[in-house]
Nanobody, 126 residues
Framework: QVQLVESGGGLVQAGASLRLSCAAS????????MGWFRQAPGKEREFVSA????????ITADSVKGRFTISRDDAKNTVYLQMNSLKPEDTAVYYC???????????????????WGQGTQVTVSS
């Protein structure tokens, strides 16, 4: 069982940066692939970025590629999402998720992730 707590969201202007953090409980954080997803009002939850259990492989949605970077610190049981050059269309609730996985490349599918945080709101004004 993994409990996830996101933080770092807020209200910023377009072009600003934010870094989201997701702290995980448990001593087996290293064995989980971690993902970031987001959900805007009236829309389905969508994939943002994910990192493999080793940290050696990452995947990122085309809509944020070049602006968002995922990373993890297994010593701190934390995964991060660095978000630069934010746009109003990035406004959403951002969720982190964990999948116990042996995949070399992490999944982008919400259904593959077993544990989810409560989300953190990111609002980007124009």
């Amino acid at each position: 069982q993994v409990q996830l707590v996101e933080s770092g969201g807020g209200l910023v202007q377009a072009g600003a940066s934010l870094r989201l953090s997701c702290a995980a409980s448990g001593r087996t954080f290293w064995s989980y692939a971690m993902g970031w997803f987001r959900q805007a009002p009236g829309k389905e939850r969508e994939f943002v970025s994910a990192i493999s259990r080793s940290g050696g492989n990452t995947i990122t949605a085309d809509s944020v590629k070049g602006r968002f970077t995922i990373s993890r610190d297994d010593a701190k049981n934390t995964v991060y999402l660095q978000m630069n050059s934010l746009k109003p269309e990035d406004t959403a609730v951002y969720y982190c998720a964990a999948e116990f996985s042996l995949r070399a490349v992490p999944s982008s599918r919400t259904t593959d992730y077993e544990f989810w945080g409560q989300g953190t709101q990111v609002t980007v004004s124009s």
